[in-house]
């Protein structure tokens, strides 16, 4: 079975900096997605950035941009000029790419703050 | 980013009754998936449903949990005799394009407190 795993469950960036969450995953399959989830204090989960495994460019999304590690499975997002309004849990996600109606596997989260 | 709606918002409830929560996925969808975020924990994969069936459940997704279709565009899923563990927040999920299938968005999620 697939899991997820974020290590770090609670990360502080200051506002204007730059800050990197981790996530590692485990998986037997070559071929599946990856996403990062934002959740805001109003629990509303929000799409940040997605990533295909069979692409070796790393996918940016204006300030958020993603390390992805194939061999080593690893995932971390790094955020740019940090905005107060980024404070929120951030879920790293897989999803298999078997089929067309694989669910998603969360890890446990990491919760961003933001200082002004 | 695609809208998915749910409602309630919030459903406070006593033990042992029936709920049933509602969403409406991105328009004319054919998947639709559920999951449920206990607080505090991460989010977790209750069911999958394809084309007015299920396709996937987790084991969570037990006897006391059904979802169904009851028209074109609603889904529901119904927890038969809640327990106080059934607080969480559940949400719904739903590709966006017809026939891409990979990425899911999240309804804003039903907050379901169990008295």
């Known amino acids: 079975a697939q899991t997820v795993t974020q290590s770090q469950p609670e990360m502080s960036v200051q506002e204007a900096e730059t800050v990197t969450l981790s996530c590692t995953y485990d998986?037997?399959?070559?071929?599946?997605?990856l996403f990062w989830y934002k959740q805001p204090p109003s629990r509303q989960m929000i799409l940040v950035i997605r990533?295909?495994?069979?692409?070796?460019q790393n996918a940016t999304e204006n300030r958020f941009s993603v390390n992805f590690q194939k061999a080593a499975k690893s995932f971390s997002l790094k955020i740019s000029d940090s905005q107060l309004g980024d404070a929120a849990m951030y879920f790293c996600a897989y999803r298999s790419a078997r089929g067309s109606q694989g669910n998603l596997i969360f890890g446990k989260g990491t919760k961003l703050s933001v200082k002004p | 980013e695609p809208e998915v709606t749910q409602t309630p918002s919030h459903q406070v409830t006593q033990m042992g009754q029936e709920v049933i929560l509602r969403c409406v996925p991105i328009?004319?969808?054919?998947?639709f998936y559920w999951y449920r975020q206990i607080l505090g924990q991460k989010v977790e994969f209750l069911v999958s449903f394809y084309n007015n069936e299920i396709s996937e459940k987790s084991e969570i997704f037990d006897d006391q949990f059904s979802v169904e279709r009851p028209d074109g565009s609603n889904f529901t899923l119904k927890i038969r005799s809640t327990k106080l563990e059934d607080s969480a927040m559940y949400f719904c999920?739903?590709?966006?394009?017809?026939?891409?299938?990979?990425?899911?968005?999240f309804g804003p999620g039903t907050r379901l407190t169990v008295l």
């Open positions: 990533q295909e495994a069979y692409k070796q």
């Open positions: 998986t037997s399959e070559s071929d599946y997605y």
């Open positions: 328009s004319n969808h054919l998947y």
């Open positions: 999920a739903s590709p966006s394009q017809l026939y891409r299938t990979d990425t899911q968005y």
